[in-house]
């Protein structure tokens, strides 16, 4: 049954918080995503590229394309704002076309990046999502090789992300763009060539871990690439709230690669070397 819209059906506020954000529940029919596509496709020149596609496309995603073009078209509610009709410096396309041209292939080759992106689109604010978004084309995050496992297992420490970034700019109307910034370089991590992918979700554990901690160092790239076996991270994890909170009481920086990857049998905490007292250093 083909619904008769006279506008396309749209999904997100002009008031909506900036950063870390449950969006409702997209209840959206597929007859009105494919029609909302098509009436954008009237508006936006851009679009029209995708409508071939969507008959070959899983319906699942008719709302991460609906919802793409929608916030190509609004401004978020901050100072700054991403302008995804811009043309990017390279390749020489804005956002927009980029993203209606990779979809298609992601749907067929990296399913899960787009599950990913319909992931942060769910939880994060316009500004965060638009950043991904900008990023995603201009890397070309969703078609990159061999990801599809790796944005399968990051889809869980999506939050994570959001609220490590956030700790570090706690501000609710940001001036630049350092927390997407910052939320974007968790993402690039977990895509990264060299990643251990049986690595990604045991981060859970440890951000648990981290949270709320004195900690000055975690290296999440060295973290996800070094070689040091799944087992041993989980039997490190297991006494590693002791570590901390020794470490705690002698005032210094655990050094968490280091406690993670050291072997499960050595009873010593691991201090960052610039938390330990000089004289302690010197011959």
């Not at 049954?1 to 006279?6: F, G, P, Y």
């Not at 700790?167 to 991590?189: G, N, R, Y």
């Not at 060299?194 to 000055?216: A, M, T």
Request: hydrophobic share 40%.
């Amino acid at each position: 049954m083909v619904v008769k819209l006279l506008c396309p059906k749209m999904r997100f506020r002009s008031d909506e918080p900036i950063g870390a954000f449950k969006r409702a529940v997209d209840n959206r029919t597929v007859d009105e995503l494919r029609e909302s596509i098509q009436l954008w496709a009237r508006r936006v020149p851009e679009v029209k590229q995708i409508l071939p596609e969507l008959d070959h496309m899983n319906p699942k995603y008719f709302g991460l394309v609906a919802d793409t073009i929608e916030l190509s078209q609004k401004k978020a509610n901050s100072f700054q704002d991403i302008d995804m009709m811009q043309e990017l410096d390279f390749p020489p396309f804005n956002t927009l076309d980029l993203l209606m041209a990779h979809i298609p292939i992601a749907a067929r080759k990296s399913p899960s990046a787009l599950d990913f992106a319909k992931e942060i689109i769910n939880r994060t604010g316009m500004l965060t999502s638009k950043f991904f978004l900008k990023d995603s084309a201009e890397f070309e995050l969703l078609v990159k090789p061999n990801t599809n496992a790796n944005f399968r297992e990051g889809i869980g420490l999506i939050d994570d992300f959001v609220r490590i970034s956030e700790s570090s700019m706690p501000i609710e109307h940001p001036l630049d763009f350092s927390t997407q910034e910052d939320f974007m370089e968790h993402v690039f991590a977990i895509l990264d060539e060299g990643v251990i992918v049986e690595k990604i979700p045991i981060l859970k554990d440890v951000f648990k871990k981290l949270k709320g901690g004195s900690e000055k160092v975690f290296d999440m790239d060295k973290f996800l690439q070094d070689g040091t076996p799944v087992e041993v991270i989980k039997a490190n994890l297991k006494t590693f709230e002791q570590a901390k909170r020794y470490s705690e009481r002698a005032g210094k920086y655990l050094d968490v690669n280091a406690q993670l990857s050291k072997d499960p049998n050595d009873v010593d905490t691991v201090f960052c070397l610039d938390s330990i007292p000089k004289y302690m250093l010197e011959d």
